[in-house]
């Protein structure tokens, strides 16, 4: 089960977001909100809504907790750049490139939750398995009893 959010046209460069972004991937929701938190950086408030937004869908879709997910992916790619000049010297115009990016973060399921669940189904499914052989047993049992007591009469 993943859940999937992004941020397009955020106006700050892709390689000061890519710091906070590895900072964050692969934790656990817990404490990339933690580090987030604590983060000196200006990327990591949006960065920290996303994770929010993030936790929310999966919250009010599957009714997962936050405690349950993990940060599983997040990237961070180039957006389209804004370019303005600037007046240098013998009237020549310098260009400046103003860069935004795209944030893409994905959550998961912890694999310890993981675990659980594709236990709980083979469990059930082991259970439907042995309950049709208990009954094919018991009846084989019977007529094989049934044999045994018409021989030796």
Same mark, same amino acid.
């Given at each position: 089960m993943e859940f999937k959010v992004s941020l397009n046209? /955020?106006?700050t460069s892709p390689r000061k977001v890519r710091l906070v972004a590895? *900072? $964050?991937?692969?934790?656990?929701?817990?404490? #990339?909100?933690? $580090?987030?938190?604590?983060?000196?950086?200006k990327s990591a408030t949006p960065i920290y809504g996303l994770l929010k937004s993030a936790i929310a869908n999966a919250q009010n879709t599957q009714n997962i907790l936050a405690s349950q997910l993990k940060v599983s992916e997040i990237y961070v790619n180039g957006g389209a750049v804004?370019?303005? /000049? =600037?007046? =240098? #010297? /013998?009237? =020549?115009?310098? *260009? $400046? =490139?103003?860069? *935004?990016?795209? $944030?893409?973060?994905?959550?998961?399921?912890?694999?310890?939750?993981?675990?659980r669940e594709s236990l709980k189904s083979e469990k059930d499914s082991s259970v439907s398995k042995k309950s049709d052989t208990k009954v094919t047993l018991k009846k084989s049992s019977k007529k094989v009893d049934k044999t045994n007591n018409n021989i030796g009469k």
């Open positions: 046209n /955020f106006r590895d *900072t $964050i991937r692969g934790k656990s929701v817990k404490q #990339a909100q933690g $580090i987030l938190e604590v983060l000196n950086k804004l370019k303005r /000049f =600037r007046p =240098r #010297a /013998f009237g =020549r115009a310098y *260009t $400046i =490139r103003k860069r *935004t990016s795209h $944030i893409v973060m994905t959550l998961s399921l912890l694999e310890s939750v993981k675990k």
